[in-house]
């Protein structure tokens, strides 16, 4: 490969639009961000306060779940979709941690996630990563990407993670179909990891903006209540505590609890029967 070659396969990255992975790594602190992702952020933490309390208990609860998943329940393959930006404890992390031999491919839509890609794609000896381009609301390309069936076996359970990502999917009844078909090419014993925002904890009349802003496309995040969160565990098995807040699922001993109206995020995860 020349240097051309090089030149034009690199990722094309739009500078311009603020994109949920970057303004994430901006919200956690990091250095991955533009002035888009930046403007974009502080627009919606002038809207919801506490926004970045949320944040990390969406990473918090992220990496209890993982663990649970490797330590408890024997996983060792997982598949994270809406992966971000590397940041401390990455699935592939806390996974191969408790369990070194774990597989975890991880699925983004964002150029930059691609090219910090080395980061995510070290991996344990004993186990593997590997990333693909690709977006969440077209299924078939991830079930279809020759890197999954050379990650993963999916005649083996699974864990599909859909952590903070299914809320970028605009519209009612949209996110639903999107994870019963990821869940159908999975093998029965299989787990899904879900987070996903939410207004239910704000007042009404914020709730109700916070709503209509998401419906008139002025934010890119389309908060869904409870019971549309329970929804997409449709034909699983529940892990207790079930559908609780991020904060709420499995908290360390003597965690202090933040304030739901800051935290704003649905956690569950659940098993294939």
Wanted: hydrophobic share 40%.
């Amino acid at each position: 490969m020349n240097e051309q070659d090089d030149v034009s396969d690199a990722p094309v990255i739009d500078t311009s639009t603020a994109h949920p992975a970057r303004r994430y790594n901006y919200w956690l602190g990091g250095k991955d961000h533009f002035a888009a992702d930046r403007e974009s952020g502080d627009e919606l933490e002038r809207l919801f306060p506490g926004l970045r309390i949320g944040v990390r208990a969406n990473r918090d609860v992220l990496r209890r779940m993982t663990h649970h998943l490797a330590a408890e329940a024997g996983i060792r393959q997982f598949l994270d979709i809406g992966t971000g930006l590397p940041t401390a404890d990455n699935t592939h992390e806390v996974a191969q941690r408790a369990a070194p031999d774990a597989r975890v491919l991880y699925v983004d839509n964002d150029p930059l996630v691609m090219s910090h890609a080395r980061a995510l794609l070290t991996s344990s000896p004993e186990g593997r990563t590997a990333y693909i381009e690709a977006d969440l609301r077209q299924p078939e390309k991830i079930l279809e990407a020759s890197e999954l069936t050379e990650t993963l076996d999916l005649t083996r359970p699974v864990a599909l993670m859909l952590i903070a990502v299914l809320h970028f999917v605009r519209g009612r009844d949209r996110a639903r179909p999107l994870v019963r078909r990821l869940v159908s090419a999975l093998p029965s014993g299989s787990y899904v990891a879900i987070t996903h925002g939410t207004v239910d904890f704000l007042a009404p009349e914020v709730a109700s903006t916070a709503q209509q802003m998401a419906e008139d496309g002025k934010v890119d995040v389309w908060p869904r209540g409870r019971d549309e969160v329970v929804a997409l565990f449709d034909d699983l098995d529940l892990v207790d505590p079930g559908v609780v807040l991020a904060s709420q699922w499995r908290p360390e001993p003597g965690a202090e609890q933040p304030d739901p109206r800051d935290v704003g995020v649905w956690a569950g995860l659940a098993r294939k029967p």
